[in-house]
T-cell receptor, first 113, second 112 residues
């Protein structure tokens, strides 16, 4: 059974650009959550999608957005990148929405120059 | 929303000793408390979780205890081994059971 797949694994952008990250959940999992991980801030919740609907949203500016497709794959987008957006972005899938067992992907490491 | 505090931020123990990591949470309605382990350069993985209808759960060398009255829960690792070295995150669900809020993490170092 394939795990959670995130692409790209590494990327470098410059300030002002935008970026799109992709996450393919475990087959059969319908919920995808996104987290930002930085050394000083731990795991910060961005948002969760379930059945193509955003169910929950963390405390991030509107520059951070996401969506989910009918096959449960999810994308997140960050527009007008800032230096502080440099982080590891992790997605996690679970069978159902809410506080359940999360299976994380390997993450997409974004560096903003 | 839920607030989860985790202590200590770093913990160094000698191989074979025990390690204890503590977390407090703010929402008395929280019912689900997982622990994740993240080895260097790898993804977080669930190692144990507990729901509020039990006070303690064990899995080999790992145990979690929950005190709902005091709103805190702890991870206990006995007979630590070098492969236990990692960052450990606790988490608690929010009051609607909709999402997990993570603690800041504890870097555990087990010295051989």
């Amino acid at each position: 059974k394939a795990g959670v797949t995130q692409t790209p694994r590494y990327l470098i952008k410059t300030r002002g650009q935008q970026v799109t990250l992709s996450c393919s959940p475990i087959s059969g999992h319908r919920s995808v959550s996104w987290y930002q991980q930085t050394p000083g801030q731990g795991l910060q919740f961005l948002f969760e999608y379930f059945s193509e609907t955003q169910r929950n949203k963390g405390n991030f500016p509107g520059r951070f957005s996401g969506r989910q497709f009918s096959n449960s794959r999810s994308e997140m987008n960050v527009s007008t990148l800032e230096l502080g957006d440099s982080a590891l972005y992790l997605c996690a899938s679970s069978l159902v929405s809410g506080a359940n067992v999360l299976t994380f992907g390997a993450g997409s490491r974004l560096t903003v120059l | 929303g839920e607030n989860v505090e985790q202590h200590p931020s770093t913990l160094s123990v000698q191989e074979g000793d025990s390690a204890v990591i503590k977390c407090t949470y703010s929402d008395s309605a929280s019912n689900y408390f997982p622990w994740y382990k993240q080895e260097l350069g790898k993804r977080p993985q669930l190692i144990i979780d507990i729901r509020s209808n039990v006070g303690e759960k064990k899995d080999q060398r790992i145990a979690v205890t929950l005190n709902k009255t005091a709103k805190h829960f702890s991870l206990h690792i006995t007979e630590t081994q070098p492969e236990d070295s990692a960052v450990y995150f606790c988490a608690a669900e929010d009051n609607a059971g909709n999402m997990l809020t993570f603690g800041g993490g504890t870097r555990l170092m087990v010295k051989p």
